[in-house]
């Protein structure tokens, strides 16, 4: 009897110890299972740390790129406004030279038309004209003043009616020249200044009388004339102008004699 109590016993604590062991089986079905989860959260955990680590490498890589394109783009600016420094210095350096050609002693020549009231008849005598002076250019402009004396001179009339009068005055003008050339050897240019000087006139025959001149005298009127031209530049030395002077008024050599304009083309050489 107590040995069949005793196995009774012994099977009831066996039982009791299955319990525990069949729980544990319910919550974790398995000892490879659990090993199998543990092993993927480990790969994804991994899996994930090495997206990050790519896609920190690949910001980083991006962020070079872009580095390194802005100072490519800040070079290649830098290159452009230093390449237009050096024309700017290269232009100002070939104008500096242009305008030394440009300046110093010159000499002209020129033909052209006195207007003249005569006896209140309008008339334009042929004239020539003699100029000497000096220029000089501004460094770094394209202006530059002249000065120089000048004579245009007529001889109106036939054989015993012939008389000479003489222009002649000290001017001061502003000189502008357009370059057209890449070298900037040839252009056009402006004019504009001031002269003064004397109206000459003096009767050339014994009927000096006739003209209201006295017979070898000398006739002289202050004048004072506005200048005006336009011309062109022909490689630096040689200029070809078109040129007005104008007074403010007729000059009157006498009661007969009327000196209203000066227009003549000239031209220049600079030494």
């Not at 690949?58 to 390449?83: I, N, R, W």
């Not at 109106?156 to 050897?185: E, F, H, P, S």
Request: charged fraction near 20%; proline fraction near 2%; aromatic fraction near 10%.
């Amino acid at each position: 009897m107590f040995s069949r109590i005793f196995c009774v016993l012994a099977l009831l604590a066996s039982s009791l110890l299955a319990i525990p062991t069949q729980s544990a089986q319910k919550n974790d079905p398995g000892g490879q299972s659990g090993q199998e989860v543990t092993s993927k959260s480990t790969q994804t955990s991994l899996q994930s740390q090495d997206s990050a680590t790519l896609k920190t490498m690949q910001e980083e890589h991006g962020d070079d790129a872009k580095e390194d394109a802005e100072a490519l783009h800040q070079k290649q600016k830098e290159l452009y406004f230093l390449k237009g420094q050096l024309q700017q210095i290269e232009e100002e350096d070939l104008q500096s030279v242009n305008q030394k050609g440009k300046s110093g002693l010159f000499l002209g020549v020129g033909v052209g038309n006195m207007l003249f009231n005569y006896n209140a008849k309008l008339d334009y005598p042929v004239l020539l004209n003699f100029r000497i002076g000096y220029q000089q250019f501004f460094p770094r402009t394209s202006a530059g003043l002249r000065f120089y004396a000048d004579m245009a001179n007529v001889f109106y009339g036939k054989q015993k009616q012939t008389i000479w009068a003489a222009l002649t005055t000290l001017n001061i003008d502003v000189v502008g020249d357009i370059m057209l050339d890449k070298k900037k050897r040839y252009g056009i240019s402006f004019s504009g200044g001031i002269g003064a000087g004397s109206l000459m006139g003096k009767r050339t025959s014994r009927d000096a009388a006739l003209f209201g001149f006295n017979n070898n005298k000398l006739e002289k009127q202050w004048a004072l004339t506005f200048n005006l031209g336009v011309g062109v530049v022909l490689n630096l030395k040689h200029r070809i102008e078109l040129q007005m002077k104008i007074p403010p008024s007729s000059l009157e050599i006498n009661s007969f004699l009327k000196f209203r304009s000066v227009y003549m083309v000239n031209y220049q050489y600079t030494f």
